[in-house]
């Protein structure tokens, strides 16, 4: 463990290379599947994946529309000419021996991505360039041999390579979650990180801070998680840290990431450009682009995170929990038919009898909702089905609201909502059928108040109320509650509490 006050003499340097694999039906130069999951070993691939003679790629035209709509998501210009070139290295699952991809040339040029930190603030990584390339199979080691599928092997990818802006492992964090949430929204990717839709190299160098240079870097390969990004960005630092400190030299390198034991590990030396021999590809004329044929393509793009953050300021929620709901670009959908309002506005304001003001603060329950509740508890796949609806949630925090349901059993709604045997039935239909709705009867909880403060246990904690300990009424109300099933309106049991003991 090494000591702050070491720590705090070093400054971090972090560039991502991300790798985003494009939803496009078919690989990049084959008409072979480019769904790999759950599929067996080298089913989907074509001859040209495996580099037969006299096998010429064709290129994808889909995978050219979505990297253009990620340029417009990477605030970035697109070339209007762009090139492929051949980076040459042996791998077992890479059959031609080469690797298509874009060096001299890429397709999206310099550009920028603004990440929110949870602090509140905000990062600006700037974007260096994107290119598209082909990826390559994949080895499975089994003690002394390995098997290659090649499955994966042309698997459309853009790499976005970023500017070494970065100077925490938090930053690298926000950034590798902002770029996905950018790529998810603009259609780009399906962003399933366990299947590697996404992957995460992280260049990180160590040096004095107030240092002219930066220090060597190494590189940590092929991160499928945000927490993992930070976890190894930290570490190296440490690392880099302690072998600084001992007086000794980093080396530049490739790196694992073990994430069960929290190291990296060293893979090979890193390689330089020209250790791979980049040549023009011959074979795959350039990429022209008109203009108007890149304004077009751009303007298929959909709503991107900052158009709701921009529109959702004003409920005044914690930049936390507008990120939370920003996770799941099906719930930013959602929220963002919800709020603002703009088709029929005055007849919804008097469908929910509220004012603007009221109807914010129904809105705010609902994201409260989507962002308090564990994800296992809610398929938010269900949301693109129309089974969850804007009135549904409105009026659920409508009952909430006029405390005809309490917060917890406004919960257990909402959580039904994704349930398909409610399917149709609104938020009162299902408190209902549950027996959940709260007593707001005066006479009612006046009677049941009588109960609780007749009962021996509750004779200390009305000595202590009495004593001016505040604190103690929560455990009235607690049996209040417990007396109703849950269906008493607290708030009218603590005043009937008060009430009747006079404080």
């Known amino acids: 463990m090494i000591a702050q006050e070491i720590l705090d003499t070093y400054e971090m340097t972090i560039g991502i290379e991300c790798h985003v694999q494009l939803a496009t039906a078919t690989k990049l130069f084959s008409g072979a599947d480019n769904d790999a999951r759950d599929k067996d070993p080298n089913i989907a691939t074509s001859p040209i994946d495996f580099g037969l003679p006299g096998m010429l790629p064709v290129l994808n035209r889909e995978a050219v529309t979505l990297a253009v709509k990620a340029g417009k998501a990477l605030n970035s210009d697109i070339a209007e000419v762009s090139r492929f070139d051949r980076k040459h290295y042996f791998y077992p699952d890479l059959p031609k021996?080469?690797?298509?991809s874009q060096m001299y040339q890429p397709i999206i040029l310099k550009g920028y991505v603004d990440a929110p930190l949870e602090s509140g603030e905000t990062v600006r990584v700037r974007i260096h360039h994107a290119h598209i390339e082909e990826d390559a199979g994949k080895l499975t080691h089994h003690g002394t041999h390995s098997l290659v599928d090649?499955?994966?092997?042309?698997t459309p990818l853009i790499e976005i390579v970023s500017e070494p802006d970065i100077h925490s492992a938090a930053g690298a964090k926000a950034y590798a979650t902002e770029l996905h949430r950018l790529m998810t929204y603009a259609g780009v990717t399906l962003g399933n990180l366990y299947h590697g839709n996404m992957r995460f190299d992280v260049n990180i160098s160590v040096a004095k801070k107030g240092a002219a240079e930066l220090g060597t870097r190494a590189e940590v390969k092929n991160l499928n998680s945000f927490r993992s990004v930070e976890r190894a960005a930290q570490y190296e630092f440490e690392r880099q840290i302690e072998i600084l400190e001992k007086g000794e030299?980093?080396?530049?390198?490739?790196r694992g990431w073990d994430d069960a034991s929290g190291r990296t590990s060293s893979q090979r030396s890193k390689e330089d450009a020209q250790d791979y021999r980049y040549m023009p590809d011959p074979d795959i004329p350039p990429i022209v682009l008109t203009r108007e044929e890149i304004q077009a393509i751009q303007e298929t793009v959909p709503e991107l995170p900052s158009y709701y953050r921009e529109n959702w300021s004003v409920l005044g929620l914690d930049s936390s929990v507008i990120n939370t709901a920003l996770n799941t670009h099906a719930v930013a959908t959602l929220l963002g038919d919800i709020y603002p309002l703009r088709a029929n506005k005055d007849a919804v304001l008097a469908e929910f009898e509220v004012d603007e003001a009221g109807y914010e603060?129904?809105?705010?329950?609902?994201?409260?909702?989507?962002?308090s509740i564990p994800e296992e508890e809610i398929d938010t796949d269900k949301l693109s089905s129309g089974l969850v609806g804007p009135r549904r949630l409105l009026g659920l925090a409508k009952l909430v609201a006029s405390n005809k349901l309490s917060s917890?059993?406004?919960k257990q709604v909402f959580v039904e909502f994704f349930n398909e045997a409610y399917d149709g039935k609104s938020a009162l239909e299902i408190a209902e059928v549950k027996n959940l709705i709260q007593e707001s009867d005066e006479g009612a909880i006046d009677a049941i108040v009588d109960e609780v403060l007749a009962d021996p246990a509750s004779a200390k904690s009305v000595e202590d109320i009495k004593a001016g300990q505040e604190k103690a009424i929560g455990f009235l109300v607690g049996q209040v509650m417990k007396k109703s099933q849950g269906k008493a309106n607290p708030a009218m049991a603590q005043q009937a509490i008060r009430k009747k003991l006079g404080v």
């Open 361 to 371: 603060e129904l809105v705010k329950k609902i994201f409260n909702w989507f962002v």
């Open 408 to 410: 917890t059993t406004g």
């Open 97 to 100: 021996g080469y690797q298509i």
């Open 150 to 154: 090649l499955n994966r092997a042309g």
């Open 249 to 254: 030299k980093v080396v530049q390198e490739t």
